[in-house]
């Protein structure tokens, strides 16, 4: 039994990379997107705190900050800086798991969103501290509301399409004892 267990975990955690590097693929093709058009989502943000609002332990925090930075240095993003808010963004919803394990989907959303928008923010704010050029704050800000946007899509996504249903209670077969 212990077996299987660790296999599926670690199922779900080779299944979480390929899922991010499917992702980074889609971004990195050349769609002929041209200037002066609204600034996309940050699909790849939304994916992961949807992930871990189900699944909190698939997501050991190595393999999350090496994904992650993989991320950062393919999309051509400060080395760290994204990776190290989205760490310290899963950890905040790690810490509050087992509070938030069993919440509709329309308060998810916006914890979710209060999340990247705090995740936005605090990665406008490092930039600018350290005077790295960057968008526009209108641009930040459609970006958040975006992410905050297609958060839902991602929550059915990674519930429905990659399987991740949420940790079961304590006491609930397959919870913590």
Do not use: C, K
Not at 65 to 88: C, I, K, Q
Not at 105 to 118: F, K
Request: hydrophobic share 60%; no cysteine; aromatic share 8%.
């Amino acid at each position: 039994m212990g077996e299987v267990g660790a296999l599926r975990l670690w199922s779900y955690r080779v299944l979480f990379l390929a899922a991010v590097l499917g992702l980074v693929l889609v971004l990195l093709l050349p769609l002929g997107v041209d200037a002066g058009r609204l600034p996309g989502p940050d699909v790849i943000l939304a994916f992961t705190l949807a992930w871990a609002m189900r699944r909190a332990d698939h997501l050991p925090i190595v393999l999350l900050a090496a994904a992650m930075l993989a991320v950062d240095f393919l999309l051509m993003r400060p080395p760290g800086l994204m990776a190290a808010l989205t760490v310290v963004a899963v950890e905040v919803i790690r810490r509050r798991e087992y509070q938030w394990r069993d919440l509709p989907l329309p308060v998810e959303w916006l914890i979710g969103g209060a999340i990247i928008a705090a995740v936005s923010v605090a990665n406008a704010v490092v930039l600018a501290l350290f005077f790295v050029p960057q968008a526009s704050l209108g641009q930040i800000l459609i970006r958040m509301i975006f992410t905050a946007a297609i958060y839902p899509v991602a929550a059915l996504a990674v519930r429905y399409v990659f399987g991740v249903t949420r940790m079961p209670a304590d006491g609930e077969p397959g919870g913590r004892t």
